[in-house]
T-cell receptor, first 114, second 116 residues
Framework: TQLLEQSPQFLSIQEGENLTVYCNSS?????LQWYRQEPGEGPVLLVT?????EVKKLKRLTFQFGDARKDSSLHITAAQPGDTGLYLC??????????????FGAGTQVVVTP | DTGVSQDPRHKITKRGQNVTFRCDPI?????LYWYRQTLGQGPEFLTY????????KSRLLSDRFSAERPKGSFSTLEIQRTEQGDSAMYLC??????????????FGSGTRLTVV
């Protein structure tokens, strides 16, 4: 059982459309990170959010951390084919012995077609 | 910063054989993690090193798995008597301690293991 549930599992949209990916849990996290992974490669860090209610923007990507630090969302505006990839959320539990260990969601596969 | 390097990128082995993977982290990163990722899933934690000390091992890491990080530099992950269920992508990640403002793992490209 994964602590972080991502939805939807798969998203296919046309270039120029907007999309939102959700990451939910019943656990509280000290921080939450979003990664993008391409086939045959390791995940690449997009952003880290650490404060409840925090919103971070990275060009066309907007990340939000829930007030209760249990959930997060990723919104992409005017998606481009280069945004295609597996989006993974990962959280560090608020336990003293977590040692930077991350709990990953199963990912959302995003496909943006021209 | 040359990133995290993993070798080999791909490994095909027969069931019952032993395999060893290598990870070279970013030189100034003292934390090193191994994760395993199967198709359609996110990475799962296997083990963690702070410098040369192995501080935590997941229950996923059976007695057939062993990891080392001699001298706190590169790390190796060995799987003995491989089974088909070991087929997965094995990812190494490193992290600086203490982390910077936008901290997060730097992952390697992974080693794809196929056990036939």
């Amino acid at each position: 059982t994964q602590l972080l549930e991502q939805s939807p599992q798969f998203l296919s949209i046309q270039e120029g459309e907007n999309l939102t990916v959700y990451c939910n849990s019943s656990s509280v996290f000290s921080s939450l990170q979003w990664y993008r992974q391409e086939p045959g490669e390791g995940p690449v860090l997009l952003v880290t959010v650490v404060t409840g209610g925090e919103v971070k923007k990275l060009k066309r990507l907007t990340f939000q951390f829930g007030d209760a630090r249990k959930d997060s969302s990723l919104h992409i505006t005017a998606a481009q084919p280069g945004d295609t990839g597996l989006y993974l959320c990962a959280g560090q539990l608020m336990t003293t012995d977590s040692w930077g260990k991350l709990q990953f969601g199963a990912g959302t596969q995003v496909v943006v077609t021209p | 910063d040359t990133g995290v390097s993993q070798d080999p990128r791909h490994k095909i082995t027969k069931r019952g054989q032993n395999v060893t993977f290598r990870c070279d982290p970013i030189s100034e990163h003292n934390r090193l993690y191994w994760y395993r990722q199967t198709l359609g899933q996110g990475p799962e934690f296997l083990t963690y090193f702070q410098n040369e000390a192995q501080l935590e091992k997941s229950r996923l890491l059976s007695d057939r798995f062993s990891a080392e990080r001699p001298k706190g530099s590169f790390s190796t992950l060995e799987i003995q008597r491989t089974e088909q269920g070991d087929s997965a992508m094995y990812l190494c990640a490193s992290l600086r301690d203490p982390p910077g403002a936008n901290y997060g793992y730097t992952f390697g490209s992974g080693t794809r293991l196929t056990v036939v």
